[in-house]
C-alpha cells in the first residue's frame, strides 16, 4: 500500500536525523578540553578499576574516528550517557530522570490549555475577519506571541505572586507544607503561573495559524455549497470549517510537543521551578558538559519524535493523504 | 429519481404561495457590486426571466456578461460588496429579494445550484454521501440513518458506481463528482435547478451523460432548469427558451429554435457565428473583434454598439429598449423597430469572416 | 460564483515590486506606517546611543540608589546597582540591532543562496541540499544554540573583539545563522521552482545563459521581496532568541543586551520585589520591536498575495 511505503520512509528518515543528531553531539562535545573520564575521576566512590574500564568502553585511548565516535554511539544506545560533573559523578541518566517529571507537568498542562483556548481563539477572530473584534483577537495573539515567554513569567509573578498576594512566587512546594490532598492543592498553587505563561505565550501561535485556516477555507467553493444549501452559521463552521482548518493548527500542536520543552526551559528559570530548565542552567555555569549532551540529546530525539507523529496524526487525519488521490 | 416526491403535491410550500403560476419570475432585475476605488459596478442590468415547470431555459454569453451574478442574486448569495438594486425575483408568487424567511426557506429545498468546479465545491474532507445526506437531514429534518441511506440511492441514481458510495470528493473522477455535485443538489427534491457551467471542463462523453440526466430530470419529475453556459450547443440541445446576455443585459431571447435559426441581433448572430460548425458542413467564422465592456465605466447608450458593425450615432446615445415580439422574441436593438409587435425579419450583421483551412 | 475564483498555484507569483515602490505602498497602511517608524527608532539608538543618553553607565560610574522606581530624573527608575535603566535600554538596542541585522545577512545569504541553487537545479543536487535543510529545521533553534554557545565560546575566547564586538555577540550571531537559514531556503526554493517554468526564464535558457547569469538577472530580483519579508521574520527572531540566550547568561555582561537585563532583574530577584520597572523596559523595548517586525513582514506578504487572486 502506497502508505505504508510513506510511513516506512518517514521513520527511516527520523532514524537517519537522529544518527545525524548523534554525529553532532558526538563532534561537538568532544571539542571540548578535558577527557569525558574527568568527572568520574571525582566521585570517590568510584575505584580505579571502574575508571579503567569506562575509558575503554569510551575507547578514549583509541583514536577519535572512527573507534570513539562507534564507542560512543554505541554506548549511547545502550543508555550509558556518561557522568555529571558537577553531580560528583552520578550518571547523566539519573539526573536528568529526576527532573523530567516536573517539566513534563508545566509543558503538557500549558499546551493542552493554550490548544483549546487558542482554537476558540482562532475560530472567532477567522469568522469576524476583518471586522473588529477580529482585529482586537489578532492584536492580542500577535502581543503574546512576540514576547519572550520568561518576561511574560515575570510579570505575572510580579503582579500576581508579590502585587497582589494571590499565588507564590517560586518553587514546586512550601517548604515543610503539608502532604496529601492539600500537598496536592500546594503543588497546583506552585504550578499555576508556570502553566499560565507557557498556556499564554503558546495561545498566539495557535490562534494566529488557526484564524488565518478559518480565514482561507471561507474562501472555498465548499463554504458558497454549505450556505446555498441554507445551512445555518455555527452549523458551516463547525462542520465544514474546523474539519479543514484544524488540520494545519494539530499538525503544530504535535510539532509543537517537541520544542516546547526547550521553551520551558526560560520559564523554569523565572520560577525557579525543579525541572530540566533549571538543570540546563546549573549545567551551562558549572560547564557540566555530560549532562548537557544527555539533554541536549534528549530533547533532539523529542523533536524528531514529535514531527514523526504530527506526520503520522495529519495522513491519518486528511482523507486526501490517507486514501491518496483516485485521479 | 426513489425518494423524492412528485414537485407539486406533498410538499408543504410556504404560506402565500401560489401552485400554477410560473415558478420562477425574474422583472427588471438590477445586481452592482461596489469596488475597492468606490466605484459601483453594475452586474445585471435589467433583466427579465421566468421558468415554469419542466421547462429548461439557456442563459448564453461571455465571461463577464453577468450569467453568474444573476444566479447568485437568485440563491441570495451575492458577495458583501453586492446587492441588489432594484427589480423582483418571486418564486411561486413569494418575494425573495427581501431577505429573510422566504429566502431562506426556499434555498435548496425549492431553488438549487450546480456549480462549475466540483472538486472545489465540495469539502475535501467528508465523505461525499455525507454531502448529499446532510441538506436532507438538517433541512428535511429527516434522522440521521434514513437520510444517510436516501444519500445513498441518490448517489446511485446518478451513475455513481456502488464501490464508491462512500468515497471522498478526490476519489471520484471529474465527471462522478459533478454527478455527485448533482446529488446534492437534488437531494432536497427542489422545484428549480440553477447549473452554472456545469458541464464546462468535461469530457464530451461525461458532458452527454450529465446532461441526459438533468432531462430525465426534467421530464421525469418538472425540474425547472435555468442552464448558464457559453456553450450554445449545449442550450440548442437542452433547453426550450434561451436569453442572450451581454453586458448585463439580455439583448435577445426567445425560444431556441427561433433564437438559433433566425438569431436577429447582432450579438447573437456573431455568438452562433463564431463557433465552427462541423456537421453543417461550414468552414467559415465569423470574427467579433473587440473586448466586453467595462462595466464599471459604461459610455452611454447600446452595451453592445463599440464592436457592432451595424451601430450607428443613436446607438451610442440611447439605450435601446427590451421590446417583445408576440410574446415569441424579446429584442434590445436599436436596428429593429417595435414594428407593433409583430415579429420583423433578422437583419444581417456584416462581420469579417475568416475561413479556416486557408493558409 | 460570485466572480472569484481561487486559482491556487504551486508557488504565488508576483509581480516585480521594487525596493522604492515597495516602501510607498507599505506606507500606505498606518499599521506599516507606525511600524516602521519603531523600527527607525530602534535603528537611530543603536547606531548612535550616546546622541540620545550618553555613554553606557557601567557599575562604576552609576550614581544613582539601586532600585529606584521611575521619576523625573529616571524615566525607567534604576536598576539593581543603580544604573538609570534608560540608559541601559537605549544601549541595549544597539546589541539587538546588530545582532538582528547580522543574523538576517547570514541566514540570508545562506538560505537564499542554497534555496536558489537547489530550486534552479533541482534533481539530485535540490535533494541533497533540502536533505539537509530539514535537519536543520527539526533541530530546535533554542537547544542547538544552547550547546553551541558555551562550545564556540570554550574555542574563541572571551576576550577578544571583532569590529567592536565581542565574540560571545558573535557566536549566538553565528549560532542563529546556522539555525535559520533552513526555513529561508525551503520558502527561497518554492519561488524559485515557479518561477523556472515561467517563459521569460525559459527564453534565457534558450538563449544560453549560464545558470548563474539567469539566477542573477532573472531569479533573484523576482524573489527580493520575498527576501525582504523573510529578512526582517528572521530578525523578530533573531531578537528574542538573543534575548533568550541572554536571560540565561550567555550574553555579554559589559555589553548589556536587554536579554541580559532581564537577566539581571531575575537574579536581583526582581519580580519577588515588585520592581516591576526593571522588568517593563527591557521587556517592552523587545516586545515593540518584535511587534513592529511582524507587522512589517506580515504587510509586505499581503502585498504579495494580492497579485495572485484571480477574479473571473
Known amino acids: 500500500m502506497k502508505l505504508r511505503g510513506w510511513l516506512l520512509g518517514r521513520v527511516g528518515g527520523a532514524l537517519a536525523t537522529i544518527l545525524m543528531v548523534l554525529l553532532l553531539n558526538f563532534v561537538l562535545f568532544r571539542l571540548m578540553p578535558g577527557s569525558p573520564d574527568r568527572a568520574l575521576a571525582r566521585n570517590p566512590r568510584v575505584s580505579a578499576e571502574a575508571i579503567a574500564a569506562a575509558r575503554v568502553r569510551w575507547g578514549l585511548d583509541k583514536p577519535l574516528f572512527p573507534d570513539q565516535l562507534v564507542a560512543y554511539v554505541g554506548a549511547t544506545l545502550s543508555g550509558d550517557f556518561g557522568y555529571s560533573v558537577k553531580y560528583g559523578g552520578r550518571e547523566v541518566t539519573s539526573v536528568i530522570g529526576e527532573k523530567i517529571a516536573p517539566t513534563l507537568l508545566i509543558v503538557g498542562l500549558g499546551e493542552i490549555i493554550a490548544l483549546a483556548a487558542g482554537i476558540a481563539l482562532g475560530a472567532w477572530t477567522g469568522w469576524r475577519r476583518g471586522k473588529f473584534g477580529d482585529r482586537v483577537g489578532t492584536l492580542s495573539a500577535l502581543i503574546l506571541y512576540s514576547m519572550p515567554y520568561f518576561w511574560l513569567g515575570m510579570l505575572l509573578v510580579t503582579l500576581f505572586a508579590t502585587t497582589l498576594g494571590w499565588l507564590p512566587t517560586s518553587g514546586i512546594s512550601t517548604p515543610g507544607g503539608p502532604g496529601g490532598v492539600a500537598g496536592i492543592v500546594d503543588l497546583l498553587r506552585h504550578a499555576a503561573l508556570p502553566i499560565a505563561t507557557i498556556a499564554l505565550g503558546l495561545i498566539g501561535q495557535y490562534a494566529i495559524l488557526l484564524r488565518s485556516s478559518v480565514a482561507e477555507a471561507l474562501r472555498e467553493g465548499y463554504v458558497l455549497t454549505a450556505r446555498a444549501k441554507g445551512l445555518r452559521d455555527d452549523r458551516i463552521l463547525r462542520g465544514h470549517i474546523l474539519p479543514n482548518a484544524l488540520l494545519p493548527t494539530v499538525t503544530l500542536a504535535a510539532l509543537n510537543a517537541g520544542y516546547v520543552i526547550g521553551g520551558a526551559l526560560t520559564v523554569e528559570i523565572v520560577f525557579s521551578w525543579p525541572g530540566l530548565g533549571l538543570l540546563t542552567q546549573e549545567a551551562l555555569q558549572s560547564r557540566d558538559y555530560p549532562v548537557l549532551q544527555g539533554i541536549f540529546l534528549l530533547l533532539a530525539i523529542s523533536v524528531v519524535v514529535a514531527n514523526l507523529l504530527a506526520d503520522l496524526l495529519y495522513s491519518r487525519l486528511d482523507p486526501r493523504v490517507r486514501h491518496g488521490a483516485a485521479r | ?359 | 460564483m460570485s466572480g472569484n475564483v481561487k486559482l491556487s498555484v504551486g508557488g504565488r507569483i508576483l509581480n516585480r515590486v521594487s525596493g522604492g515602490n515597495l516602501l510607498l505602498l507599505l506606507l500606505r497602511r498606518w499599521d506599516a506606517r507606525v511600524a516602521l517608524a519603531i523600527l527607525t527608532l530602534l535603528a537611530l539608538s543603536g547606531i548612535a546611543p550616546g546622541l540620545f543618553v550618553g555613554p553606557l553607565q557601567t557599575a562604576t560610574t552609576a550614581e544613582a540608589a539601586p532600585l529606584l522606581p521611575p521619576s523625573g530624573v529616571h524615566l525607567f527608575g534604576t536598576d539593581d546597582l543603580g544604573r538609570d535603566l534608560l540608559n541601559l535600554t537605549v544601549h541595549g538596542a544597539r546589541i539587538s540591532l546588530v545582532v538582528g541585522a547580522l543574523s538576517a545577512v547570514i541566514t540570508l545569504l545562506l538560505g537564499g543562496g542554497i534555496g536558489m541553487i537547489a530550486g534552479y537545479r533541482g534533481g539530485r543536487a535540490d535533494a541533497l541540499l533540502m536533505r539537509i535543510a530539514d535537519t536543520f529545521l527539526i533541530l530546535p533553534t533554542f537547544v542547538l544554540a544552547l550547546i553551541l554557545a558555551p562550545i564556540l565560546r570554550e574555542l574563541i575566547g572571551d576576550q577578544t573583539e571583532i569590529l567592536g564586538i565581542r565574540t560571545t555577540l558573535l557566536t549566538i550571531v553565528a549560532v542563529i545563522g546556522i539555525t535559520s537559514w533552513s526555513s529561508t531556503a525551503r520558502i527561497v526554493r518554492s519561488q524559485t521552482l515557479s518561477l523556472r517554468e515561467r517563459t521569460f526564464v525559459e527564453r534565457a535558457r534558450l538563449v544560453g545563459l549560464s545558470p548563474m547569469r539567469i539566477i542573477a538577472r532573472h531569479i533573484f530580483p523576482n524573489i527580493r521581496t520575498v527576501l525582504v519579508a523573510n529578512g526582517i521574520v528572521v530578525i523578530a527572531g533573531s531578537i528574542l532568541t538573543e534575548s533568550t540566550l541572554s536571560f540565561i547568561g550567555l550574553g555579554d555582561p559589559f555589553q548589556p543586551s536587554w536579554g541580559t537585563i532581564l537577566g539581571n532583574a531575575q537574579s536581583a530577584a526582581a519580580p519577588s520585589l515588585g520592581a516591576w520597572w526593571f522588568i517593563m523596559a527591557p521587556g517592552g523595548a523587545i516586545l515593540f520591536t518584535v511587534i513592529a517586525c511582524t507587522i512589517v513582514g506580515n504587510a509586505i506578504d499581503e502585498l504579495l498575495d494580492r497579485d495572485v487572486r484571480v477574479r473571473r
Open chain 2, 1 to 359: 429519481m426513489s425518494g423524492a416526491a412528485n414537485h407539486n403535491d406533498a410538499r408543504s410550500l410556504p404560506a402565500g404561495a401560489n401552485a400554477a403560476a410560473p415558478l420562477l419570475e425574474i422583472r427588471d432585475l438590477r445586481v452592482s457590486f461596489s469596488l475597492e476605488d468606490g466605484r459601483r459596478l453594475t452586474a445585471v442590468d435589467g433583466i427579465n426571466l421566468s421558468v415554469s415547470p419542466g421547462e429548461a431555459i439557456g442563459i448564453a454569453g461571455e465571461s463577464g456578461s453577468g450569467k453568474s451574478t444573476a444566479a447568485s442574486a437568485i440563491m441570495g448569495l451575492l458577495p458583501l460588496n453586492g446587492r441588489i438594486d432594484s427589480g423582483s425575483i418571486r418564486y411561486r408568487g413569494l418575494d425573495l429579494v427581501a431577505e429573510g424567511a422566504p429566502l431562506r426557506r426556499t434555498r435548496w429545498r425549492e431553488i438549487a445550484v450546480v456549480f462549475q468546479g466540483s472538486l472545489v465545491a465540495l469539502n475535501p474532507v467528508i465523505k461525499v454521501r455525507d454531502q448529499v445526506a446532510e441538506a436532507i437531514e438538517l433541512r428535511l429534518g429527516e434522522p440521521a440513518n434514513a437520510a444517510r441511506e436516501k444519500a445513498k440511492r441518490l448517489l446511485a441514481d446518478v451513475g455513481i458506481p456502488d464501490k464508491r458510495l462512500e468515497a471522498y470528493p478526490h476519489q471520484l473522477s471529474g465527471g462522478q463528482r459533478q454527478r455527485a455535485m448533482l446529488a446534492v443538489a437534488l437531494s432536497c427534491s427542489p422545484a428549480v435547478l440553477i447549473g452554472d457551467e456545469p458541464t464546462t471542463a468535461l469530457d464530451v462523453i461525461v458532458q452527454a451523460q450529465i446532461l441526459e440526466l438533468l432531462d430525465r430530470m426534467r421530464h421525469e419529475y418538472g425540474l425547472g432548469l435555468i442552464l448558464i453556459t457559453h456553450d450554445l450547443a449545449v442550450i440548442a440541445d437542452m433547453c426550450d427558451r434561451v436569453a442572450i446576455m451581454y453586458g448585463g443585459r439580455i439583448v435577445e431571447s426567445g425560444s431556441v429554435r427561433e433564437v438559433f435559426t433566425n438569431p436577429r441581433h447582432p450579438y447573437t448572430q456573431a455568438l452562433l457565428g463564431a463557433a465552427p460548425d462541423a456537421r453543417a458542413g461550414r468552414r467559415t467564422i465569423k470574427v467579433l473583434e473587440g473586448q466586453p465592456p467595462d462595466l464599471a465605466s459604461l459610455p452611454p447608450g447600446c452595451h453592445f454598439a463599440p464592436r457592432c458593425p451595424l451601430a450607428d450615432a443613436r446607438c451610442t446615445e440611447e439605450d435601446p429598449p427590451t421590446v417583445s415580439y408576440e410574446d415569441r422574441v424579446t429584442l434590445a436593438c436599436h436596428r429593429y423597430e417595435p414594428n407593433g409587435g409583430a415579429l420583423p425579419a433578422p437583419v444581417a450583421a456584416p462581420y469579417p469572416v475568416l475561413e479556416l483551412g486557408k493558409r
